[in-house]
C-alpha cells in the first residue's frame, strides 16, 4: 500500500474525528451519492454558503448519468491561479471550457485575483476563439486537451501559433489515458496541465519544473491517496476539500515518486 502524504497522528486524528466510524471501515468507498450526501450536510454543519452546483463529470452527453454537487465557497481554484502567476499572464485569458461544467465564476474569481479580464469562447468555435486571440492582448487558454489540440491545429494551418504562448490543459481524470498516449505536442507553447476528479476540483498540478509533462504532476496534499492493489483513493483532509472518505479515482491504476528537478514531491501516474 502506497499514502501520500505521511501518515501523522495529527492527520489520522483530523479524518478520524471528520468521518467518524466511517473512516475505521478499511473497505469502504464512498459512491458519489455519498460524496453528495456528506458534502450536503458537512456544509450545513460548518455553515458554508452553498454558492451552486457542478456535475460530477466532463462528458455530459447524457444528462441522466449525470450527479449534481454542491459547490460551496471553500472550493477555490488555487492551482490555476498559481498558474497563471507562474507564466507571467497578462491582459487577460481566453476561456474555452464548456458552459455546462459551471466553470465561469470560478474562473473569473482567480482572474479577478490577479487582475486580469475573461474571454469566452466555445470549445470547437476556433474561428471566434482565433478572433479573440487576434484582436486582444490575450495570449493564453484554459481549456479542455480536445479543445485545445483543435484550437492549436486551426493555428498552426493558418500560421498564426505566434498568438498562442501557453495553455492550461483541464484534464478529466477519466481521460488521462487518451492524454497519457497523445502523439501531438503543443510545440512552442508553454504547458500546465490539472487532472481534474469532478470539473473544478483539482486532485493534482503542475509547477515551472513539470510544465510539458504529460504523466508527472504534484498531488494536492490536502486530499490523503492510497493505493491498494491498483486502486487509487481518495480522502478529503481539510475543510477546503469535499468530503470524501477512500472515494475510488476513477482511471487511475497507481502513483509512483518521479525525479524531477523541484523541491515539491512528484509524481508519476500510471491508468
Known sequence: ??????????????????????????????????VVVRAQSHAAEASMSVIGQYPDR?????????????????????????SLELLGVQGGVLNCLPVGLQLQYSVHLVLDRLGLFQAFSLPHNTTL?????EQTRVRTVVAEPAAAQLLYDALKTQNKLSLLESLVLIVDV?????????????????????LHLFPGV????????????????????????????GEVLLTGCTEET?????????????????????????????V
Open 1 to 34: 500500500m502506497i499514502v501520500f502524504p505521511e501518515d501523522t497522528p495529527a492527520l489520522l486524528a483530523t479524518l478520524e474525528q471528520r468521518y467518524q466510524e466511517t473512516w475505521h471501515d478499511k473497505m469502504h468507498r464512498d459512491t458519489i451519492k455519498e
Open 58 to 82: 466532463f462528458n455530459l452527453d447524457d444528462p441522466t448519468a449525470v450527479t449534481a454537487l454542491p459547490r460551496t465557497d471553500f472550493l477555490q481554484w488555487q492551482s490555476l491561479e498559481a
Open 129 to 133: 476563439a482565433i478572433d479573440i486571440l
Open 174 to 194: 477519466r481521460n488521462l489515458n487518451h492524454e497519457l498516449n497523445s502523439k501531438e505536442p503543443f510545440a512552442g507553447v508553454n504547458v500546465f496541465r490539472e
Open 202 to 229: 483539482v486532485i493534482a498540478y503542475q509547477s515551472m519544473a513539470l510544465m510539458n509533462q504529460t504523466a508527472i504532476y504534484h498531488l494536492d496534499s490536502t486530499y490523503r491517496w492510497e493505493c491498494v492493489e
Open 242 to 270: 469535499v468530503p470524501m472518505v477512500r472515494f475510488p479515482i476513477p482511471g487511475l491504476s497507481g502513483f509512483s515518486p518521479a525525479a524531477t528537478n523541484t523541491n515539491e514531491p512528484a509524481f508519476s501516474l500510471s
